[in-house]
């Protein structure tokens, strides 16, 4: 199993309820030798007050005195942000990458201009051909506008939630859509998560789905991080060896894990 997880949500995120210290505590009895804590921030949402802004400061401390007590689990300080292509959320986002000791940061989608992508979003108006292309582009203007971030977060999150007969981003569907997205990715020296809750939300594998993984591979992408995308302690892990599977089988073998936002190769087996 993969001993490293790298997207852990905590109760600084409004969407999740366990405590730090109960993420670390699952990790350690699951084995892991490594995590990142990457609770949410997104200045995209327009409602007040900002549900997914949080006290950093506060966090910073929370995770430095929690990770003293579990010293077996070596810990990354991280961030999970919600990028958008405008330009005042970009500058927003620079000053908070800017502002504190990030190891790690995933640039996510969660929305399209504002509106939150698992409720009624704009995008779901126009017919799925349109609509996927049109997010894979808007991903694309989002991580060029946000370049603060270390890899890109469930990269077809769109897959949860397109209200199609088949909501599937399927790679053979969008090549060249999203081998646009994971060219800039490379050249840009960004990396691709892997993210296990795919399992979860029934998809019935991780996200991205293994073609892109293997497209992103061919195309020659090197950094893959592996993250459970745990908002309660039980997930932590979850599907890891599943996860192994699906990096091993699109060729991977090594993973990597951040210090200082710079990416650390591990070796697989490990
Ligand atoms: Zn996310
Ligand atoms: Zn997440």
Redo the contacts with the bound molecule.
């Keep these: 199993m993969i001993p490293f997880d790298c997207h852990i949500h905590t109760s600084y995120s409004s969407d999740a309820e366990c405590s730090m210290e109960e993420q670390f505590r699952a990790a350690k009895a699951r084995g892991l030798r490594e995590i990142a804590i990457t609770d949410h921030v997104d200045y995209m949402y327009p409602a007040e007050p900002y549900p997914y802004q949080i006290d950093y400061g506060a966090y910073g401390r929370e995770f430095r005195r929690v990770a003293a007590e579990f010293p077996g689990v070596r810990a990354a300080f991280g961030a999970?942000i919600g990028l958008g292509p405008g330009a005042e959320i970009a500058a927003e986002i620079a000053r908070f990458a800017q502002a504190y000791p990030f190891d790690f940061i995933i640039g996510?989608i969660?929305d399209y201009y504002g509106g939150e992508l698992h409720r009624d979003s704009a995008l779901w108006r126009r017919d799925k051909r349109e609509a996927y292309a049109e997010y894979l582009d808007y991903a694309l203007r989002s991580f060029r506008a946000c370049p603060a971030f270390s890899v890109a977060?469930?990269l077809d999150?769109i897959s949860r939630y397109g209200p199609y007969p088949d909501p599937s981003l399927r790679y053979s569907e969008f090549k060249a859509e999203t081998d646009a997205v994971l060219r800039f990715l490379i050249d840009s020296g960004k990396g691709l998560e892997v993210n296990t809750s795919g399992f979860r939300y029934g998809l019935g594998g991780v996200y991205p789905q293994p073609e892109i993984l293997s497209a992103y591979k061919r195309l020659g992408g090197e950094i893959l991080t592996v993250g459970s995308?745990a908002h309660r302690s039980r997930d932590v892990a979850a599907d890891f060896d599943a996860a192994e599977r699906a990096v091993r089988g699109a060729g991977f073998d090594k993973i990597c894990v951040f210090r200082r936002m710079i990416p650390e190769f591990i070796l697989i087996p490990f």
Aim: hydrophobic share 0%; net charge negative; charged share 30%.
């Design positions: 999970e996510s969660h977060g469930h999150y995308d």
